[in-house]
């Protein structure tokens, strides 16, 4: 597996995931919900913290939110280089493609993540109440490293109360799927999902 064939997989998946956050960010107010489908819509927030919109703050009280976030970026700053090195690494030892791709798309959505934490408050005026606006007068809603990631995917599958006799969840209200995320984290999702189910072909 040589370099271009990763390097243009990079590309492809920021360039879609940049593109689908900049325009929501440009053409949505925070939280402004637009339905595609019955099944699908665009629902625009903002993640200050990690996965399904945690704080580290949350997690560790002595610590403030500012610090928390400014710790976080860095710990995702540092990870890339980890995966960038270990994609490297996978490349030139010749490791299986299915390997180096599904590193490549964790990079590639990982870093996609890392943009927006870093720059997008520098970049864009605040959304809530209004459209953002790139590169205001006043400056952005924040500054370097404490940006927030743009989330806009929404798959309201389906919701329904669970019958009663279903054991341990009967009775309960349950709606799938809830979370709402963007194309970075399809990819990051994508990768590590492949190496799971297919670690014997990939870490031959």
């Not at 890392?114 to 205001?136: N, R, W």
């Not at 349950?174 to 189910?197: E, K, Q, R, W, Y």
Request: with cysteine; net charge neutral; aromatic share 14%.
């Amino acid at each position: 597996m040589k370099f271009r064939p990763s390097l243009l997989l990079i590309v492809l998946v920021l360039l879609v995931d940049q593109a689908s956050k900049l325009y929501v960010k440009t053409h949505f107010q925070l939280f402004e919900d637009v339905e595609v489908l019955p099944w699908f819509r665009i629902v625009f927030i903002e993640n200050e913290g990690m996965a399904w919109g945690t704080r580290l703050s949350d997690i560790i009280p002595f610590i403030s939110q500012g610090k928390a976030k400014l710790v976080l970026t860095l710990f995702r700053i540092t990870a890339v280089c980890g995966i960038a090195l270990w994609l490297y690494s996978s490349i030139i030892n010749h490791k299986s493609k299915l390997l180096v791709l599904s590193i490549a798309v964790i990079f590639a959505g990982a870093l996609g993540n890392i943009i927006d934490s870093v720059f997008y408050g520098m970049i864009f005026s605040d959304s809530l109440g209004e459209v953002a606006q790139a590169f205001p007068e006043g400056g952005g809603y924040s500054t370097v490293f404490y940006g927030k990631v743009v989330d806009m995917l929404h798959f309201p599958i389906w919701s329904g109360r669970i019958s009663e006799s279903f054991p341990v969840i009967g009775g309960r209200y349950v709606s799938f799927f809830d979370p709402v995320f963007n194309v970075a984290d399809m990819a990051i999702t994508s990768g590590i999902f492949v190496l799971l189910i297919f670690n014997k072909k990939a870490f031959r």
